[in-house]
């Protein structure tokens, strides 16, 4: 990662391991053809305001406190805050190999993941990747996991990480394991991981494959109100779902090819960014489709603000689109 030590102000003036598969696998309503659905939101025109920065993929938001957000894209500088208005608030003076996600801590401290190229050809930044940084609200570098270039399933290696969220006891977990990912790297060894905020190993779980408590290329991550963890298994077409103790509760697979998630109150919303390029907004009690935003291009990421509008974040296409109800 390149690191520079300026932060920009905008002018806009401001338990898994070894858990038991003992659990059946309860499979959800099949979710009704994506134009059949409704879909109560309407995208905001001329969102954000990027000024001179070049538009990259959108692969990382965290919603804040006062209607704005923070975003991770594949860019320079890879992380920008903005307001509810779309206008930058803060600048971080960093670049990645490849972003691909962005979390939130106890503290107010972000994270941001760097995969690592997915194919034998270096990132056009020279840098790595399969790394994961934490900073501070004001750019300033805090923690590093992992080694730059090093692709390994370790306690401080990742074999190529690809998201992460803090647990409700106040950790972080990791999804690691990019599908696809270089040949010059291990082909299996898909997992997730358990680090302390101050970025001491935990634990780690899951392995290379299809069976509960298996994944091939998890991408995305969200816990419940319930401590119930989520996880977007993408090259396997499901979402998997985890106790508290990592116990496997049951998969759904009326998702599509997940991409990302996020989770708030009783709905979780999910963007499949392969042939159906669209979110599902879907009941958390029984995994039922409720509505949908089609027309989307390759969406990765998604967030929700307290606000209920939606922040889809695209590979393709516009960066970051921000949703709201028809009615707002």
């Not at 401001?14 to 659990?23: N, S």
């Not at 991408?219 to 985890?242: E, K, M, P, T, W």
Request: charged residues 20%; hydrophobic residues 40%.
């Amino acid at each position: 990662m390149l690191i520079r030590s300026r932060v920009v102000i905008g002018l806009a003036g401001a338990a898994l391991v070894g858990a038991a598969v003992t659990h059946a696998q309860n499979q959800p309503p099949a979710a009704p053809a994506a134009n059949a659905m409704t879909n109560p939101y309407r995208m905001l025109e001329s969102w954000p305001h990027l000024g001179a920065i070049k538009e990259g993929a959108a692969i990382g938001i965290v919603p804040d406190s006062k209607g704005g957000v923070w975003l991770q894209h594949r860019g320079d500088p890879a992380i920008i805050h903005f307001d509810a208005s779309g206008n930058i608030l803060k600048q971080f003076a960093v670049t990645f190999a490849s972003s691909h996600g962005l979390c939130q801590d106890a503290d107010g401290n972000l994270w941001a993941v760097d995969s690592g190229p997915f194919t034998d050809t270096p990132g056009v930044t020279g840098v790595k990747g399969n790394q994961v940084f934490k900073f501070d609200q004001n750019g300033k570098l805090l923690l590093a996991l992992g080694r730059a270039g090093v692709s390994q399933a370790g306690t401080d290696t990742f074999l190529q990480p690809t998201a992460c969220r803090a647990t409700p006891d106040g950790n972080i977990v990791i999804a690691d394991g990019h599908w696809p990912r270089p040949k010059a790297n291990p082909q299996d060894g898909d997992r997730l991981v358990f680090y302390t905020r101050d970025g001491k190993f935990i634990k780690a779980f899951g392995r290379h494959g299809s069976k509960p408590g298996e994944f091939i290329g998890p991408h995305g991550l969200a816990y419940d109100s319930q401590g119930r963890l989520f996880v977007a298994d993408r090259s396997n077409n499901r979402i998997q779902i985890f106790d508290k103790d990592g116990t496997f509760l049951k998969q759904w697979t009326n998702v599509g090819v997940p991409w990302g998630l996020f989770i708030r109150g009783d709905l979780m919303y999910l963007v499949d960014g392969s042939d159906n390029n669209c979110l599902l907004v879907m009941s958390l009690k029984d995994g039922t489709v409720l509505d949908t935003i089609t027309g989307l291009s390759n969406p990765t990421a998604v967030a929700v603000d307290s606000t209920g509008a939606i922040y889809v974040g695209e590979v393709n296409g516009t960066n970051v689109k921000k949703f709201v109800k028809k009615s707002s």
